[in-house]
Nanobody, 121 residues
């Protein structure tokens, strides 16, 4: 079984920073794309950032210039550095990975359990 576990959520004030981490464990041959989605109460889940194994990244429009995603392919970990946080960034943040468990398999998407980020004064 493969698991993704997030950490680093919490309560911060507007303008402050927070760093989320995601660690994958289990039977993993390779993770192609890793990334983050978030979901606020009453809203649809939206893409925050994604990071391909090659290093190319993609960001949601609302976080461009403020958030930075990075990953360590050897350790199957990923981080999301969030700067200049705003109240509208309040949401549950979920990490995901497109995981290949054995050579020759297709990838499957595995989700973490989510971590709460609250931005409030």
């Amino acid at each position: 079984q493969v698991q993704l576990v997030e950490s680093g959520g919490g309560l911060v004030q507007p303008g402050e920073s927070l760093r989320l981490s995601c660690a994958a464990s289990g039977s993993i041959f390779e993770i192609t794309t890793m990334g983050w989605y978030r979901q606020a109460p009453g809203k649809e889940r939206e893409l925050v950032a994604s990071n391909r194994r090659s290093g190319s990244t993609n960001y949601g429009d609302s976080v461009k210039g403020r958030f930075t995603v990075s990953r360590d392919n050897a350790k199957n970990t990923m981080s999301l550095q969030m700067n200049s946080l705003k109240p509208e960034d309040t949401a549950v943040y979920y990490c995901y990975g497109n995981v290949i468990q054995k050579l020759g398999d297709s990838w499957v998407t595995i989700w973490g359990q989510g971590t709460q980020v609250t931005v409030s004064s």
